[in-house]
Structure formats: structure tokens, C-alpha cells
């Protein structure tokens, strides 16, 4: 069983409010994730007994030693500032120690009204449950820092949306459910003493290497903070990620992805492509996810303004410098990214201009992310694919065959480079939606668990790969996604 061991509830009851999760009337376990189970050292005998698993992650049933509550936060949503926000359809159960000892954060998801709900009726549909377990395993496999999801239990109850559907229950695995909306929320409410305690929390936790002691901290906290962000933005725009709602409530100070609601797979390339419904202006468009992190980062910053000098024009003169870094600390390591997805293991032997080239000519010629690079790495040892993609992508091409060469890295150096960071298989939109269709209207879960097994080997071509390796018919123009609810 669990050993809960519940640091954030010792801040005190201005960060949450105590809630207990709804008693659903048909719990029955969907998914439940073994390698993530072990990875918390949950007991096998236990793990075994599906009915128990879905009483406890249906939250019908505690588990000894948790004390479920909803956290408190605010945020900004498409940019307006919202105070009045905080875990409207989540209980965090507690945490654990993983087997890394390190500690997790353990939340039911669509688990009942808590105190925060405002006009919500604190519940998940089945599919966007499904999805964020789905999406979630693909970013984890993929190698991108992210939320897991340990399981999805039918709750055997109706939840109305724009037509009924069933209701579930996702438990969410993360590094803690902190966010920049959490900073937020006390310093919107000028409550020093909490975010005080919250700082000295979130560094003993996520960036135990800052030594509260010292002059300039926060500084320190800001610059780490914002250096996950591009670590973990980075890693978005390698595999084609667009997150879709990258409001401040979203970004965890971990450097986790969270929050899986309106989230979609880039295919053809192009930088302004957008498809969640409600984002009518491209705010999270794909190619604006690091501007959007950078405008985080300066809200968050903004939220620390009193902790870091009482004179609040000096504290913002000593912030300003680090948050303009960002924008040039991203684009090294967005470049340096973009160089290994081409072979070549160091910026210093590649131009940015030479790879901004090949994002342009795909841009140009409306071509696949994914497979376009697949074929690059392919076309190092075989000739067939080089003579296509030599008439596809014309001098560039052979500029690049000659960078490699100049640069010394042989075919099978770059081509194992390019392998370990071009994705074979991505979780590709039409098939996201035809699983959880068929989740939701059959109920026959055998097409996601291959996908999902498709999916945990993301560089590898496995038997079932080729499966869900073709590209939507429509190129996904008519694709939009909606905050997951
Ligand atoms: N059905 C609902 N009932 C009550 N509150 C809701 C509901 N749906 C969303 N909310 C709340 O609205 C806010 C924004 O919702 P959003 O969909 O971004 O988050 P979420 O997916 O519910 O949660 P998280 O960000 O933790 O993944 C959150 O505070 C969330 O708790």
C-alpha cells in the first residue's frame, strides 16, 4: 500500500481546503499503469486486486494515511488574471516517496465538487481522462518531463457536457501541483507570509541546490524555474507538442507538463498552428509556446516582486535582466535541439540560419514534422530515400550531406543521433480521437492498449507500429480540441 507522507498540508490551510471526493455509484478500473505502480512501490498483491483499485482511485475508498484536500491557486487565463481559481475537480490524495525517493505528488481527477468549484460540477468525461493518460505515457516515453497517470476508473455515472457522457476518474502522478497561479495567488492577496513559506517550500522541494541563506534566492529561484521551462518547452517543440492551454494555473514549477485538456500533436509543420476551439488569436500556438513561457516566467517573477526588495522598482530593475535572458537562453538550446534532430551533436557546427532552412522549406511545402525527419535520418543508409528527399528538398539537402562531412560525423554517428531524437511514432490526433471514441462508445479499450504499447516505444519500429504511423487525410485542417473537460 501507499506510505503517504503529506509535506504540502503542513503550510497550512491558506493553500487548501479539505474536500473529500465524491462516492461514485460503478467504479470499474480502465487502465491501470504497472510500470508507474512499481515505480512507487506499490505492493504487486495489491496492484492485483482490480475491484480494490477502482473503490480507492474512484476516491469511494481513503487510503490510510491520506487527507484528501483541493488546492488553492489563481491564474492567468488567455491573459486575464483570475484570482479566484484553485482544484475545482481535483483532490490531491497526498504524497509519496518514489523509488528514487523522491516525492510525488498523488491526485484524483474528476473526483467531486470541492470548495473551488464554482459553477462546476467537479467532474471529468471519460475521454478527456483517457486522452491525459494517453498523452501523458506518449511524453513520458518520448523523453519530455510530464505528469503521469497511474490509472482511469469509470466512475458508472453521467456527466452532461454538449451531450451526456460517461464519467471518470484520473490519478495523476506529478512532482507536485505547484504552479506560478499558486505564487500568484498570494501575492494577489499580498499575503507575504504565505508566499514566503511557499518560496522556502518549493525550493526544499524542486531546487534544494538554492540556499535560502543567501542574498538574491529568489533570484536564483527565478532563474532555475524559468531554466526548466525551456528544458521543458525545448522538449515540446522537439516531438511536436502543443500544449494548447499554457495559462499560468498550467505551468508547474516542477517543469512537468500538466494539464493534458486541449492538447494536439503538430503534424505538417507550420509554427502558427493552433487547435484548441477556444483559442481564437493563437496565444498557444505551437511556435508561440516559448514566447508564452517567457511571458510566464515574467509573471512569476512578478509574483516574488515583494520578497526580493521592499523597493518594488529596484526588485523589478534586478528581475528584468533574467527574464530577457530566457529569450536567448531558449533559442541556444531550441537551436542546439534542432541541430541533434539533424545529426550534428554541437550548435558550434551548424548555422541557425541553415536549420531555420529546413523548418522554412517544410513550412513552404507542407510537410510532415515527424516524417520529414525519420526520413532525413532513414536517407543517411538508403539511397532510395536520399534521391527522393534530394528532390523534395533540393540544395539543402546536399548542404547538409556536405555540413556532415565537414563537420566529420559519419552516416551512422548522425543517423543514431537523429534516431534517439526524432520520434518514429508520435500520439497523431486522428488516432488520439478514434481510440477514445471507441473507449467511450464500445467500451473495448484493445486498440488503446496497442496504442499505448506502440506508444511507450516511441524511437523503435515495432510490430504494431506502422499502425499509427499514417498521416490524417485532411492534414488535420478541420481538427480542433477542447478544454478537456
Ligand atoms: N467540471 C469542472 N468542475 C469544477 N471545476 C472545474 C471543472 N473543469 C475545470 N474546472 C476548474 O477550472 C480551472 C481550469 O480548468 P482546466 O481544465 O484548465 O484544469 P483541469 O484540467 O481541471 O485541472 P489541471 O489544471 O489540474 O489539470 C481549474 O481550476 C479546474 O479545477
Known amino acids: 500500500m501507499l506510505q503517504f ?23 470499474a478500473l480502465l487502465f491501470w499503469n504497472d510500470m508507474l505502480a512499481n515505480d512507487l512501490r506499490l505492493d504487486t498483491a495489491f496492484c492485483r486486486d482490480k475491484s480494490k483499485l477502482a473503490l480507492y482511485f474512484s476516491g469511494n475508498k481513503i487510503i490510510s494515511g491520506s487527507v484528501p484536500v483541493a488546492l488553492a491557486y489563481s491564474g492567468h487565463q488567455f491573459g486575464q488574471f483570475n484570482p479566484y481559481m484553485g482544484d475545482g475537480r481535483a483532490h490531491l490524495l497526498g504524497e509519496v516517496c518514489d523509488k528514487d525517493n523522491i516525492q510525488r505528488d498523488i491526485q484524483l481527477k474528476g473526483s467531486g465538487q470541492t470548495p473551488y468549484s464554482r459553477r462546476g460540477d467537479g467532474l471529468c468525461a471519460i475521454g478527456p481522462a483517457i486522452r491525459e493518460y494517453i498523452m501523458s505515457e506518449a511524453m513520458y516515453a518520448l523523453g519530455v518531463p510530464t505528469s503521469r497517470c497511474l490509472a482511469v476508473v469509470s466512475t458508472g455515472e453521467t456527466v452532461y457536457r454538449e451531450s451526456e457522457k460517461p464519467g471518470a476518474v484520473v490519478t495523476r502522478i506529478a512532482a507536485s501541483h505547484i504552479r506560478v497561479g499558486t505564487f500568484q495567488h498570494f501575492s494577489a492577496r499580498g499575503d507575504v507570509e504565505s508566499l514566503t513559506a511557499l518560496t522556502e517550500y518549493t525550493i526544499n522541494r524542486h531546487y534544494p541546490t538554492i540556499d535560502i541563506n543567501t542574498d538574491g534566492y529568489i533570484l536564483e529561484l527565478i532563474k532555475s524555474v524559468g531554466a526548466k521551462q525551456i528544458e521543458l518547452i525545448v522538449q515540446w517543440m522537439r516531438v511536436g507538442f502543443i500544449h494548447g492551454v499554457m495559462n499560468t494555473d498550467n505551468c508547474a514549477i516542477s517543469g512537468e507538463t500538466i494539464d493534458f485538456g486541449p492538447c494536439a500533436m503538430l503534424g505538417v509543420y507550420h509554427p502558427g498552428t493552433v487547435y484548441s476551439s477556444i483559442d481564437k488569436n493563437g496565444r498557444y500556438a505551437f511556435g508561440n509556446q516559448p514566447n508564452i513561457a517567457q511571458w510566464n516566467m515574467a509573471r512569476f517573477a512578478e ?33 542546439g535541439m534542432l541541430a541533434s534532430k539533424l545529426g550534428v551533436h554541437s550548435l558550434a557546427l551548424i548555422d541557425k540560419s541553415f536549420i531555420k532552412e529546413i523548418l522554412d522549406i517544410m513550412q513552404n511545402q507542407e510537410l510532415d514534422y515527424t516524417l520529414t525527419f525519420v526520413q532525413l535520418a532513414q536517407s543517411l543508409n538508403d539511397n532510395e530515400q536520399a534521391e527522393q528527399l534530394k528532390a523534395a528538398l533540393g540544395k539543402w539537402y546536399n548542404n547538409w550531406l556536405t555540413l556532415l562531412q565537414e563537420a566529420n560525423i559519419d552516416h551512422n554517428t548522425a543517423e543514431e543521433l537523429m534516431k534517439v531524437s526524432n520520434p518514429v511514432v508520435i500520439p497523431r490526433n486522428h488516432h488520439v480521437e478514434a481510440i477514445l471514441q471507441e473507449c467511450e462508445t464500445s467500451g473495448d479499450l484493445s486498440s488503446a492498449d496497442r496504442f499505448l504499447k506502440v506508444l511507450r516505444s516511441p524511437y523503435q519500429q515495432l510490430p504494431h507500429t506502422n499502425e499509427f504511423q499514417d498521416l490524417p487525410k485532411d492534414g488535420d485542417v478541420n481538427y480542433h480540441t477542447f478544454c478537456g473537460t
Not at 507522507?5 to 467504479?27: C, E, I, R, W
Not at 526588495?309 to 541556444?332: G, R, S, T, Y
Open 5 to 27: 507522507n503529506n509535506t504540502y498540508h503542513k503550510l497550512g490551510d491558506k493553500f487548501y481546503q479539505t474536500a473529500m471526493p465524491n462516492k461514485v455509484s460503478n467504479p
Open 303 to 335: 509574483s516574488l516582486i515583494p520578497l526580493i526588495d521592499e523597493d518594488a522598482e529596484k526588485a523589478v530593475e534586478l528581475v528584468k535582466p533574467i527574464i530577457l535572458q530566457f529569450a536567448e537562453d531558449f533559442n541556444n538550446a531550441y537551436y
